[in-house]
């Protein structure tokens, strides 16, 4: 093969006049631009780490605060310091060997450099001070006052000319913790409409002993830690929520991200992962050179998108994550081939990707014993895989197999099957489709790297992402990113390849080559045992709704997210008779380090509302309330999850935590929101669309939901349950959703408004 002979970077040959060296200047030539290569990158990354650490001021800055300040104090003959540029001048332990001008230069560089220091300081907490401010997020839907106009204008004035992607990092405030008091008074309330009278008071009176004696011995360990900590919540979040549960991410964890709902550029597999990749590639270089615009929200889940895995643990898997890594992982018909990314000391074009996986594709040979399944392990509970992993992939052939899926930058699969829309039957098509990106087959698809890379037989592509290193926005720009270059800006050609010509010395593939034993095989299929029942389990169904979209909802004069979440409240209640404990993620990446907050959509006012399904905008803006209170850090559960740990790490047993944290939520919904709508044209290309993505349920007897609002008159819903309930049927409810939307619209009587 062509790789084996590339990867020998010198020869030699024992004769009688001692050792003939032969050198391969090709290969030395490679190792040399891949050197370049990387020190190119630490420079990079050395500047941007310079340029982060003096934010809101630069380098640029500096230079012009010193040399004005000497400018001022040599022309004028003055000295603002009253006296202390020469006292410095003095003090320097080698100014003895200096003149007195150069003692009150040096003198002068310190003065002005404490003072540029002093101004950064001054601009960073009034950029602090103004990012605490939340009150733009009161305002009436549709609405700017001029307090946020003004509040908008200081940001952009103190945020300086060029911030980077994690400029804003030290201007976050920190995610303050409420108090005990208000905690349980917004749970109280959050409850009241899902129990009777008899369950209220039982609770009430819980929460109340709770809060009159163990909630504020919590809350004091709890306020300590956010005086320490750069976020109270966030790395118990990921630990307890994510690394330490020991069923199956794949469904229970992993989400997913489709491809445009109505068009695919190209037919060819090749063509598209070649454009893809690419893509993906030029993301993680503006990612490594934080190029990537910033908004004032945290960034710090980005650092862990590429070259991260997440490793099995016997009680807690952790999260590995390498600087660099120089190449991807791709399977296809049960065999795993490392692909470098780079050539001759630059990314690969897309053509030349595209011609890896043609040879990828091209390859005949067969799956070594045990290999075709292995990825089933990352599918299965995540015990017996660590065990397995100990046992059998930590030394020799297999871990250097291994090494290689886990410290490449992601991994992708070259799907055997074939997924797309079909208008002649939309239904099953996407419901396929979304099972195929959830859960494939249980081993096609890598399930512990922080995201697999789909692209099916046909063309279509999607995504399958891990949770625990970031939450659904982040994978989501990049995603955006990807379906934005692909078919407008790297193009094909009229025969459907990637533009571009092939390279006539590139380096194949490389074929991993495994040692499984029989042992070993034995315990993927009991891993694959469990993942196929649980994929099996799965009811999806997905379905683009087009009848209006949020151009005719803000005609309503109501915020489309409320206006959705009250509508799946109405679903729900029409579909099981009854309310249910409601989950809506909502982010907190307005404070360092924050993630995700749960809104409580479920709300006496909202009930009321599906009750006498007669128009009632208060429903609307108490969803919009507990919305606001969430993303400002006035959220209930991941203070009272976070009030839990300290519970337990003091040995304490609360009858009202425990009882709080084991409630069922019967319907998870989450937005999945468009970030860079300037990428997308939907008046120039309205078929550019995106499908959105999705995840399994939470609850075994319960529904998840994802949205995405696209353009003014598409909402697409990504829906889940479980075929082995009874209460539940995915197809129905999505009925009762369509029903429920189209229902409150006509509530505002539109039309009637008109004439």
């Not at 949020?550 to 409320?562: E, F, L, V």
Request: glycine share 6%; aromatic share 12%; hydrophobic share 35%.
């Amino acid at each position: 093969m062509a790789e084996a002979h590339q990867a020998v970077a010198f020869q030699f040959t024992v004769t009688p006049d001692g050792i003939d060296l032969q050198l391969c200047h090709e290969a030395l030539r490679q190792i040399y631009l891949s050197g370049l290569h990387s020190w190119k990158k630490r420079f990079i990354r050395f500047k941007n780490g310079v340029m982060t650490g003096v934010y809101p001021g630069s380098p640029a800055g500096f230079m012009v605060v010193v040399v004005s300040y000497m400018s001022y104090n040599k022309y004028k003959q003055l000295d603002p310091s009253l006296g202390l540029i020469a006292k410095l001048g003095q003090h320097i332990p080698i100014s003895q060997y200096m003149s007195t001008d150069n003692q009150r230069i040096i003198g002068g560089v310190l003065v002005g450099t404490g003072l540029w220091v002093t101004i950064i300081m001054i601009m960073r907490n009034v950029l602090k001070s103004l990012l605490s401010w939340h009150g733009w997020m009161y305002a009436r839907h549709g609405s700017v006052s001029w307090s946020t106009h003004l509040w908008m204008l200081l940001v952009k004035v103190f945020s300086g000319r060029k911030p980077m992607l994690y400029s804003f990092q030290s201007s976050l405030p920190r995610l303050p913790v409420p108090t005990v008091k208000d905690t349980c008074k917004r749970y109280l309330e959050s409850v009241r409409p899902l129990m009777d009278d008899e369950k209220y008071e039982r609770m009430k009176g819980l929460t109340k002993d709770f809060e009159r004696n163990l909630g504020p011995r919590l809350q004091w360990y709890l306020k300590l830690k956010s005086w320490w900590a750069s976020n109270y919540v966030s790395d118990w979040w990921e630990e307890y929520i994510y690394l330490r549960g020991r069923g199956p991410i794949m469904v229970n964890s992993n989400y997913y991200a489709m491809d445009f709902l109505y068009v695919c550029p190209t037919p060819i597999q090749a063509a598209r992962a070649g454009n893809a990749i690419h893509a993906i590639m030029l993301y993680r270089r503006k990612l490594d050179r934080a190029q990537i615009k910033p908004v004032p929200l945290c960034s710090a889940q980005w650092e862990r998108m590429f070259n991260t895995t997440r490793v099995p643990g016997s009680e807690t898997d952790t999260l590995q994550h390498i600087n660099e890594s120089k190449h991807i992982v791709v399977y296809h018909k049960g065999r795993f081939f490392k692909v470098w990314m780079f050539y001759d000391g630059r990314l690969l074009l897309p053509r030349e990707i595209e011609q890896q996986m043609e040879r990828i594709l091209a390859d005949k040979s067969e799956p070594l014993p045990g290999e075709e399944k292995l990825a089933a392990l990352t599918a299965g509970d995540r015990t017996p895989w660590a065990n397995a992993r100990d046992t059998y992939f930590s030394r020799g052939k297999n871990k250097q197999c291994l090494d290689a899926i886990e410290k490449a930058a992601f991994f992708v699969t070259l799907d055997d099957t074939e997924q797309r829309y079909n208008p002649d039957n939309p239904v099953k098509c996407l419901d396929s489709y979304a099972k195929s990106l959830l859960h494939g087959k249980c081993y096609d698809r890598w399930f512990d790297k922080s995201f697999n890379l789909i692209v099916f037989k046909n063309g279509t592509m999607g995504l399958n992402a891990e949770h625990s290193w970031a939450d659904a926005p982040i994978i989501g720009h990049l995603w955006e990113h990807v379906l934005y270059l692909d078919p407008i800006n790297l193009g094909y050609t009229e025969e459907g390849h990637c533009c571009g010509v092939s390279h006539p010395n590139l380096p194949g593939p490389q074929r991993l080559q495994w040692d499984i034993s029989a042992e070993c095989q034995e315990i993927i299929q009991n891993s694959l045992t469990v993942a196929t029942n649980l994929a099996d389990d799965v009811d999806s169904h997905i379905f683009p709704f087009n009848d209006f979209g949020k151009g005719m909802i803000k005609k309503c004069r109501t915020s489309p997210d409320a206006f959705i979440q009250i509508a799946l409240q109405l679903a729900h209640y029409r579909d099981k008779g009854k309310f249910c404990l409601t989950y809506e993620a909502s982010m907190t990446r307005l404070f360092r380090e924050g993630r995700t907050e749960t809104v409580r959509s479920c709300t006496t006012e909202t009930c009321a509302f599906v009750r006498s399904m007669i128009r009632d905008e208060t429903a609307a803006e108490k969803h919009q309330n507990m919305y606001r209170l969430a993303m400002t850090g006035q959220g209930i559960d991941r203070h009272l999850f976070c009030l839990y740990v300290v519970s337990k790490y003091l040995g304490e047993d609360s009858p009202f935590l425990k009882e709080v944290l084991s409630e069922p939520w019967r319907l998870s919904t989450s937005q999945t929101p468009l970030q860079q709508i300037e990428l997308f044209d939907l008046v120039k290309y309205p078929e550019y669309v995106s499908s959105g993505g999705g995840f399994g349920p939470v609850a075994d007897d319960g529904y998840g939901v994802s949205y995405i609002i696209v353009g003014e008159n598409l909402i697409n819903f990504h829906i889940s349950s479980k075929h082995s309930s009874p209460e539940t049927d995915s197809h129905r409810f999505g009925s009762n959703i369509r029903k429920a939307m189209l229902d409150m619209l006509a509530l505002f009587q539109l039309e009637n408004k008109a004439k």
